[in-house]
């Protein structure tokens, strides 16, 4: 197995190679970069194999200029089973032709006795309308490559016999709380709970997998751009989400754990069934003790890629009002449990290029109309640039959180809990996408879960009410509340209401005596 940056990695069989998540160019409007940077890594060769696997549609996975330049147009795709054929359509624009649509949870075998295993995750929320994760296994020899999915219970892969090579993302992958305007110390005193629910998470899926090598991949990336520095974890701040892969190895080794593997691009790893020999491209604790150096090496480097970014954003040419209503009112139109779910008015503040005049625009859910902001009371609120709205029309893009929201390059505020169907809304501006949201949440809301399990007192439904995590072995409860540690979720149990969003009610009681 060879390191190619952040969640990529290639594999080697004596049956054949796959290329897992290549990712080398900036993403999310050149906010985020791979680190440590991959950019000088032998692609021309890298990219020769037999099987490209892209996990999913978030850009620090599928970087579409490096796939269309140095992956074989002749490697098979290893394609998740999708609802949306989106992923498909858009490699094929890059030239790919030979696709093996696999079955989720079915094991396919391929030539030379190689054997690979996609699950595909396939809530709204899971990443842009999927995330999924690949087992490989070859002469005995078995992988996962969890990279950032998030699944229910990985029984489905100890099913099929002991990991080797557990690769799973341990790192802050969203905007929460940075982007937030709160106080400083609100923000990192959030920041260390999810830093902390991060690693929690990572240790309950190291431990469900009990793999022989734990590999810390798909995390975190870097910040090059000065407006956007001090998101990098080299300040010293525990409310820091992106923690590096150091960091990871001391955390792991408080709660036990010695089979921490760190691959660097360039690092090899030869496995075997009872072994892992790992060789490095340079020590990889000097690296990290130096991380500071390194990165203002590439901030340096990268300025121009930035720079150039930024000088195709604006596109004054274009009525962000008119587009916007032509896009977004017919899908507010059809909109049932989205724009329930949301309930009121999102404002948009768009700040001019001349960085102090601003335009408000409002989505008005209930009145299912884009319009200008009237004075009224909204509970979410977002602000960002005008160039940024203007570039997200001009390239259509249907899917603002995989752009705009990841990128950090904005704030927000809100009134009472999270909610997550105002970022299900705008990750789906697409009639496709949209049509697949509502008819989940259709299902999901519909779907009644009779099983329970029992905390001490309470008898409590068994499937979380948020995306059906098994609450007997993702649930902590502590005094009346119970906290699914799969996405961090609070229920108060005595009244069953959620206490992280809007909505999704648990169904709880009092154990008899």
Same mark, same amino acid.
């Given at each position: 197995?060879?390191?190619?940056?952040?969640?990529s990695?290639?594999?080697?069989?004596?049956?054949?190679?796959?290329?897992?998540?290549?990712?080398?160019?900036?993403?999310?409007?050149a906010?985020?970069?791979?680190?440590?940077?991959?950019?000088?890594?032998?692609?021309?060769?890298?990219?020769?194999?037999?099987?490209?696997y892209?996990?999913?549609?978030?850009?620090d996975?599928?970087d579409?200029?490096?796939?269309?330049?140095?992956?074989?147009?002749?490697?098979?795709?290893? $394609? %998740? @089973?999708?609802?949306?054929?989106?992923?498909?359509?858009?490699? &094929? =624009?890059?030239? #790919?032709t030979?696709?093996?649509?696999?079955?989720?949870?079915?094991?396919?075998?391929?030539?030379?006795?190689?054997?690979?295993?996609?699950?595909?995750?396939?809530?709204?929320?899971?990443?842009?309308?999927?995330?999924?994760?690949?087992?490989?296994?070859?002469?005995?020899?078995?992988?996962?490559?969890?990279?950032?999915?998030?699944?229910?219970?990985?029984?489905?892969?100890?099913?099929?016999?002991?990991?080797?090579?557990?690769?799973?993302?341990?790192?802050?992958?969203?905007?929460?709380?940075?982007?937030?305007? $709160? %106080? @400083?110390?609100?923000?990192r005193?959030?920041?260390?709970?999810? &830093? =902390?629910?991060? #690693?929690?998470?990572?240790?309950?899926?190291?431990?469900?997998?009990?793999?022989?090598?734990?590999?810390?991949?798909?995390?975190?990336?870097?910040?090059?751009?000065?407006?956007?520095?001090?998101?990098?974890d080299?300040?010293?701040?525990?409310?820091?989400?992106?923690?590096?892969?150091?960091?990871?190895?001391?955390?792991?080794?408080?709660?036990?754990g010695?089979?921490?593997?760190?691959l660097?691009?360039?690092?090899?790893?030869?496995?075997?069934?009872?072994?892992?020999?790992?060789?490095?491209?340079?020590?990889?604790?000097?690296?990290?003790?130096?991380?500071k150096?390194?990165?203002?090496?590439?901030?340096?480097?990268?300025?121009?890629?930035?720079?150039?970014?930024?000088?195709?954003?604006?596109?004054?040419?274009?009525?962000?009002?008119?587009?916007?209503?032509?896009?977004?009112?017919?899908?507010?139109?059809?909109?049932?449990?989205?724009?329930?779910?949301?309930?009121?008015?999102?404002?948009?503040?768009?700040?001019s290029?001349?960085?102090?005049?601003?335009?408000?625009?409002?989505?008005?859910?209930?009145?299912?109309?884009?319009?200008?902001?009237?004075?009224?009371?909204?509970?979410?609120?977002?602000?960002?640039?005008?160039?940024?709205?203007?570039?997200?029309?001009?390239?259509?893009?249907g899917?603002w959180?995989?752009?705009?929201?990841?990128?950090?390059?904005?704030?927000?505020?809100?009134?009472?809990?999270?909610?997550?169907?105002?970022?299900?809304?705008?990750?789906?501006?697409?009639?496709?996408r949209?049509?697949?949201?509502?008819?989940?949440?259709?299902?999901?809301?519909?779907?009644?879960?009779?099983?329970?399990?029992?905390?001490?007192?309470?008898?409590?439904?068994?499937?979380?009410?948020?995306?059906?995590?098994?609450?007997?072995?993702?649930?902590?409860?502590?005094?009346?509340?119970?906290?699914?540690?799969?996405?961090?979720?609070?229920?108060?149990?005595?009244?069953?209401?959620?206490?992280?969003?809007?909505?999704?009610?648990?169904?709880?009681?009092?154990?008899?005596?």
């Amino acid at each position: 197995m060879t390191g190619t940056g952040h969640a990529s990695m290639r594999i080697d069989t004596a049956a054949g190679s796959i290329l897992c998540d290549p990712w080398v160019n900036p993403a999310y409007f050149a906010s985020w970069f791979p680190f440590p940077d991959n950019s000088q890594l032998d692609w021309e060769s890298l990219g020769q194999v037999d099987y490209l696997y892209v996990s999913h549609l978030h850009r620090d996975h599928f970087d579409a200029e490096h796939l269309k330049r140095f992956v074989s147009k002749k490697a098979t795709v290893l $394609l %998740p @089973e999708y609802p949306t054929s989106q992923l498909e359509d858009e490699l &094929r =624009d890059l030239g #790919f032709t030979s696709f093996l649509k696999t079955k989720s949870n079915e094991v396919h075998e391929l030539d030379g006795g190689l054997k690979v295993m996609i699950q595909a995750l396939i809530s709204p929320t899971d990443g842009p309308i999927g995330d999924s994760s690949l087992w490989v296994e070859h002469d005995g020899i078995r992988v996962l490559n969890q990279n950032d999915a998030r699944p229910t219970d990985l029984s489905t892969f100890t099913e099929l016999g002991h990991v080797h090579a557990h690769m799973l993302q341990f790192s802050g992958a969203i905007w929460y709380p940075m982007v937030y305007e $709160l %106080p @400083e110390s609100a923000k990192r005193a959030f920041g260390k709970q999810k &830093r =902390d629910r991060q #690693f929690d998470r990572t240790w309950r899926y190291i431990d469900d997998l009990k793999a022989s090598h734990v590999f810390p991949i798909a995390g975190p990336p870097c910040f090059l751009d000065d407006e956007l520095w001090q998101f990098n974890d080299i300040f010293g701040d525990e409310g820091n989400i992106f923690p590096d892969q150091a960091v990871f190895q001391r955390e792991y080794a408080k709660v036990g754990g010695t089979n921490g593997i760190v691959l660097l691009p360039g690092s090899v790893t030869e496995l075997t069934t009872d072994s892992a020999e790992t060789t490095h491209p340079t020590d990889v604790d000097e690296f990290f003790a130096n991380k500071k150096a390194h990165l203002e090496e590439m901030r340096v480097r990268k300025a121009p890629v930035i720079a150039a970014e930024k000088a195709s954003w604006r596109h004054p040419e274009i009525d962000v009002l008119g587009e916007l209503k032509k896009r977004i009112e017919p899908l507010l139109e059809e909109s049932i449990y989205l724009a329930k779910g949301v309930g009121g008015p999102v404002r948009f503040d768009l700040v001019s290029y001349d960085g102090e005049s601003v335009e408000s625009i409002v989505v008005d859910f209930p009145g299912k109309q884009v319009r200008p902001y009237a004075d009224e009371k909204v509970r979410y609120r977002f602000r960002t640039q005008r160039e940024l709205i203007e570039h997200l029309i001009f390239i259509d893009e249907g899917d603002w959180v995989n752009s705009l929201f990841l990128s950090c390059r904005f704030s927000a505020a809100r009134i009472g809990q999270y909610n997550e169907f105002v970022y299900a809304f705008f990750k789906c501006l697409s009639e496709e996408r949209l049509q697949y949201a509502e008819g989940w949440y259709d299902e999901h809301e519909k779907s009644v879960d009779a099983e329970d399990t029992v905390f001490g007192d309470w008898t409590v439904q068994r499937r979380c009410p948020h995306l059906k995590a098994d609450l007997s072995r993702f649930g902590i409860v502590e005094g009346n509340v119970l906290t699914c540690q799969l996405h961090g979720w609070k229920f108060d149990l005595p009244s069953g209401r959620c206490l992280t969003s809007v909505g999704h009610s648990i169904r709880a009681s009092r154990t008899a005596s």
